[in-house]
């Protein structure tokens, strides 16, 4: 097995990207490794994808491609550095690409800002009924304000419970404490004593006794073995039945079925999801009802984030293809 400091062959890596990126990061890319690129941005099928991991010296893959352990024994030996456009890495058979020796970069923090965003914008959207209204008016439907009428809930003074309290996670306690809401959170362990200070946040070993306790639950955890229906029905039914559930993280960590179920019997107010369990594919009950505001998974599509993604992904491969260690790399352990 070779290692991460053995640098690769004097000439340029045979880099190949799955996905049509921006056009400074295709440029630049072309400048500085072989590289062949998705163009027309046609998602690759899973003999293209093996095809791809038995050609390339570096596979730039995204989101949708899954790289499973299927697909990755059948990689070939010149493959030795999987460079993901994003931060999630559950794409990625991490066990599989260890064994076989291939090092896999991950592009976190450049997105922290612009998932918070979406998040916060979900808190406030579903329980103030932001895209409610907007249909409403859209459908020619606004008849006249009336003092009872598009009544939402409010959101200073109300609790939220973060789960997953890395970096997304505590710029959204951020954002959410300037809107005076109050912060809990549940993590595998608690933040450094002066984050804690600085977001007045409590933490809550128990992930059960802080679900019972909150009016808004965000998930900001990445999806890993250990998170998969995290929120199962037996924890969803812990919440409190006005209570709100947001999710930019990953769809796998919600039993997404038992949480359409019980928004559609009222046993939860509302929910506002950026990310599904099987996407594209969106679970027909959770588009019929009302009380839902549901995302594309555009938590960190900004044209900035896009070109910072495809800068770290460059940053990765430079200096990966120069015999080091690169930035981003991503250990089986860390998750
Ligand atoms: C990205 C994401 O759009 O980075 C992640 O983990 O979920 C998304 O925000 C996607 O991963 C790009 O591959």
């Keep these: 097995m070779k290692s991460h400091t053995e640098p690769m062959p ?10 049509k990126l921006p056009d400074a990061i295709e440029t630049r890319m072309r400048e500085l490794f072989e590289t062949r690129l998705n163009v027309d941005d046609t ?5 293209k994808l093996i095809e791809a991991v038995q050609t390339a010296d570096i596979l730039v893959p995204t989101v949708t491609d899954r790289l499973d352990a ?8 010149r493959l030795k550095l999987i460079a993901n456009f994003g931060a999630g890495v559950d794409n990625i058979d991490l066990e599989t690409a260890r064994a076989r020796g291939i090092t896999v970069t991950n592009t976190p923090g450049v997105l922290t800002d612009d998932t918070a965003d979406i998040t916060m914008a979900l808190i406030l959207a579903v329980p103030r009924r932001i895209v409610d209204g907007a249909d409403v008016l859209r459908k020619g439907d606004f008849k006249g304000w009336s003092p009872t009428w598009m009544l939402g809930h409010r959101i200073t003074g109300k609790r939220l419970g973060i789960i997953g309290m890395g970096r997304i996670g505590q710029a959204v306690a951020r954002r959410a404490k300037a809107f005076g809401l109050q912060i809990h959170y549940h993590n595998r362990k608690p933040v450094p004593p002066s984050v804690e200070t600085e977001l007045e946040a409590t933490y809550w070993d128990s992930l059960d006794q802080m679900l019972a306790r909150m009016d808004i639950v965000s998930v900001n955890c990445p999806h890993t073995p250990a998170t998969y229906h995290l929120l199962s029905a037996r924890r969803l039914k812990l919440m409190k039945p006005t209570a709100f559930i947001v999710n930019t993280a990953r769809g796998e960590v919600i039993d997404e079925n038992a949480l359409a179920r019980m928004l559609e019997a009222n046993e939860l107010a509302g929910a506002g999801l950026d990310v ?3 996407e594209p594919a969106v679970n027909p009950k959770l588009l019929k009802l009302k009380n839902v505001v549901l995302l ?15 800068e770290k992904v460059i940053i990765n491969i430079k200096t990966f293809a120069d015999g080091h260690r690169p930035p981003d790399r991503v250990l089986a352990a860390m998750l």
């Design 43 to 47: 998602p690759m099928s899973r003999e």
């Design 296 to 310: 594309p998974h555009m938590g960190s599509a900004t044209m900035e984030g896009r070109v910072d993604m495809g």
């Design 70 to 77: 299927k697909v990755l024994v059948r990689a070939g030996d």
């Design 10 to 19: 004097a000439k340029k890596p045979l880099v190949i990207v799955t996905r």
């Design 276 to 278: 599904f369990e099987h």
